[in-house]
Each structure stands twice: as structure tokens, then as C-alpha cells.
């Protein structure tokens, strides 16, 4: 029974002492867009070496292997900075370590510029990754924790258009300042939006449900205060908080908590869609495309036009994923949009294997497949890829698998990127398409046996849903985990 001295009977007083900001809507807005700038900073500092490489190569006369090892230390270092920064993000908060890593941001972009041989750059590269894998893992969590359940969807998908912004950004720079600026000012651009993002996130809100957990409920509401416009709102969010935490078991905490087999369905739906989001090729195709399109015969100036309609694609279509996934949902997002991913690898492969020229049939064929392989690819599974780390876990174990989550996308994404052109060597650039696309058929088939549909739960609901079991999908009617609980 609750008694008057009992956190649960102090609830209506912590949060009827509350400030509600009448600016609320706004603050969570400015929140996620700050936040998600670090999608940016990822998506322009993975995404510049695309036409950046060309120019390395030649300052540097690397070889393949060095081409490979250039292009991804930064992935080398974004497993390494998922998992370490997992740990800042439980200890220090969400916010705090957003500030930590956009102050390595900034350090590894101009340690990349400054580099004076390819020995240095690969370094600087790896330390730079710490920042980009720090941030998949905390802004997604920060995001999410922020946002009210009816718009978790939209708001952690800005960190995906944040992304593809990034990328488009680079592609930009690759194509028009690359014989203007060179290649270092083009990496040493990233530090300014960092140290922006650095500075800002000092007077933005912290993560209502890391401070329940650490600071208590009371300063929890005062936070919810700044992003909530409703005391009802505020009221029944701090009492789920609050009833999550009262089961909260020391077993359950860190990485132990993986291991239960309660939560065992959220470790092996978060953990196969986070392998199949960067297994499935896009990464293959934002880092390589220029290359691929030369060595198949096409200029070095058509490739990189290439290059940006890819990037153009990939802006648009995570851009829509963001304002429909709700509306639409995660599963059923990546079962529609998947088989068209396979379909277009397949008319890539064979169009490669019949070897165009530029300017023939053939090579517009090559390009309408790529684009296509970008719409479904990164409307479908992207959208979903980081928002599943950010909303499937509890709270007990929250830190530790985003870290886990976070190491995965960039584990996978490191395999694919520095095997790529050794796989093209083996396979032929046909047989490479075809393979890529064998996977993304395994990605359809892992989502409709093993990914229920998480769209308009909140974060306290698919809790509930993963210790009452029901936790799965149900397969042909894709239902929601609030139907389930």
C-alpha cells in the first residue's frame, strides 16, 4: 500500500510544482534538431570521403588496401565510441555525452584536415569515429527519451534526415569545391556545426528518464516541464516513469540485463534489424559509388554526378520515412519497402555483368537501378535501423544495449566497407550486386518472423510488453505492441 511519506503518494505535489514553459513544443523541437545535427556531422564525415578519396589517393599514392583502410578507420572507431560512450551516456546523462562528443567532433575533424600522411589520417579517421558511433548511440536515446510516444517515431528519425542532409552536404562539396578547396578543408568543415552543438546543448533539457533514475522524480517532472504543455501529461508520464522503476531489479542493470531471456526478443529484433540496416549495402553504395561507376567505364565527373543523385535520393526519402513512420510503422515500413531493395540489386547485377559503355542504354539502366536501390533501402530500413535501439530496450539496461546496438551498425558497417572492393575483385561488381541483394531478401524474411510493430507504444509499454511476453509479431496482421498489453 502506498503511504503518505512513499515517492508514489508525492507525485501530484512534485509535478503540480511544476513550471510548465509556455514555449514547450518549440523546446522539444529545437532539442531534436540541435541533437540530430550529429546525424549530420556523420552523415558529412563518413559521406565526404567519397569524393575526398580520389584526391587522397593521388596526394598520397595509396593503394587499395590504403583506399579500404582510409575509408574505414572511422567505422573502426565508431564501434569502438558506441560502446564506450554507452557508458558516459549512463553515467553522466544523455546530454552530457552529446557535449563530450561533439567536442571529439571537433578534434578529429581538424586533426583529419591537418594530417600530414596517410599514417596520421587513418588515425585521426579512427578517432574521429569515437564521435560518430558516440553519437548514434546517446541522440537516438536522448531523442527518444524526450519525445512523447505519439511522435517518438518522427522526432528520432530527424537524426536519419540529419543523416542524409550530411551526406548530400558532402556529395555537394565533393563534386564542386573539391578542385577549389582540396581535399582538407573539405574534412576540416565539420568542426564549426559541431562546436555550434557542443555550446547549444548546455541550455537544452535533459532526458526526463535518465534524471528520474539519477536525480529523481521530482526534478524528472521539472524537465518534462520544459517539453510537455499539458500537467495531465506531465502527471501520467512521471507515474509510468515512476511504475517502471519500482521493478526495477539490480540484475536487471547494464549489461547483465541482456541476458534475460524476458528481454532476450528486443536483443535479437533491435541487434538483426540494426546488422541488416548497414549489411544491406547502402553504405557500400555512399562510400563507392564513384569508384564503381569509374572502373566500370564511366568518367570520373559522370560518377560523382551519380554520387549525388544518390545522396539527393537517400536526403528524400529518410526525410518522408520521418514524417510518415508513425503513421505507417516500423515493420510495415521495412516489409514494403524491402522487396523493392532486392529487386533493384538484382537489375544492378545484371546490368554490371553485361559491362555498358557511357552514354549507352545500358548505363542509364545502371543508374535507374542504383537510385532505385537508394529509394527502397533508405526509405524502409534506414528510417527504422537506429529508431529500434532507441525504443526496444528498458530502461534498466538502456545504456548498454544502445551500445550494443550501436556496435552492431557500425561492426557490420566496417565488414561491408572494408571488403567491398577485395568482394568486387572476387565476385565481379554483377556478382557483388547479387550477393547484397541475397541479403536484403534475408532482412524481409528476418522482420516478418521476428520484429513486431512498435508504432505508437511508449517506451513504458513495450516494457511491459517484453515482461508480459507478448513481445512478438503476429504474422499477416502487424499489430501494434499496445494491442498486445
Known sequence: MTTPNSPAASLPSAVNSVDISPNADRTLWIATIVAAICGGLYGYDTGIISGALLLITRDFHLSITQQEWVASAILAGAAVGAIGFGWSSEKFGRRATVIFVTMVFVIGSLACAFAPDVTALISARFFLGLAVGGSTQVVPTYISELAPHHRRGNLVTMFNVAIGVGILLANIAGLLMRDQWGWRPMVAAAALPAAFVCITMFFLPKSPRWTARNEGLGEAAEQLGRIRSSREVIRREVREIHSNMQRIDTKEKGWKGLTLPWVRPAVIAALGVAFFTQA?????????????????????EWSLWASLGVAIVYCI??????????????RRLMLIMGPGAVVSLIGLGICFALHPTAGSVGSYAVLAFLLLFMLFNSGGIQVVGWLTGAEMFPLPMRGAATSAHAAVLWGSNLVVTATTLQLVQFLTLGGTMWFYAAINLASVIFVWFLVPETAGASLENIETALRRGTFRPHIGQSPRILDNI
Open 317 to 330: 526519402m529518410t526525410l518522408l520515412g520521418c514524417l510518415f513512420v508513425d503513421r505507417i510503422g516500423r
Open 280 to 300: 544491406g549495402g547502402l553504405e557500400m553504395m555512399i562510400y563507392y559509388t564513384p569508384t564503381f561507376l569509374t572502373d566500370a567505364g564511366f568518367g570520373p
